[in-house]
């Protein structure tokens, strides 16, 4: 059975940081490409970030210079660390692993708020 449980999330003042993580269990997690995406109440699920299984990363216009991926084959995690965190990053963030089949995991809330 697969599981990517998503943990880390919470209620933050804008300018501050969060470290999101998600462990994978189930798959073999070093052939996966892993993902963050984020939901926000009224909009699509967009991505975050990704980074492939060599490595190689991607963000989004929005995030870029403040969220960094990272993964941790050894731990069958996946990081994402967010800093100078804005109003607009509150969302629920969702982590994929992707190949042939996508996996999600069911989410964390992120809430940016003074």
């Known amino acids: 059975q697969v599981q990517l449980v998503e943990s880390g999330g919470g209620l933050v003042q804008p300018g501050g940081s969060l470290r999101l993580s998600c462990a994978a269990s189930?798959?073999?997690?070093?052939?996966?490409?892993m993902a963050w995406y984020r939901q926000a109440p009224g909009k699509q699920r967009e991505l975050v970030a990704r980074?492939?299984?060599?490595?190689?990363?991607t963000y989004a216009d929005s995030v870029k210079g403040r969220f960094t991926i990272s993964r941790d084959n050894a731990k069958n995690t996946v990081y994402l660390q967010m800093n100078s965190l804005k109003p607009e990053d509150t969302a629920v963030y969702y982590c994929?692993?992707?190949?042939?089949?996508?996996?999600w995991g069911q989410g964390t809330q992120v809430t940016v708020s003074s």
């Open positions: 189930g798959i073999i997690f070093s052939i996966y490409t």
């Open positions: 980074i492939s299984i060599g490595g190689s990363t």
């Open positions: 994929k692993a992707a190949r042939s089949v996508d996996y």
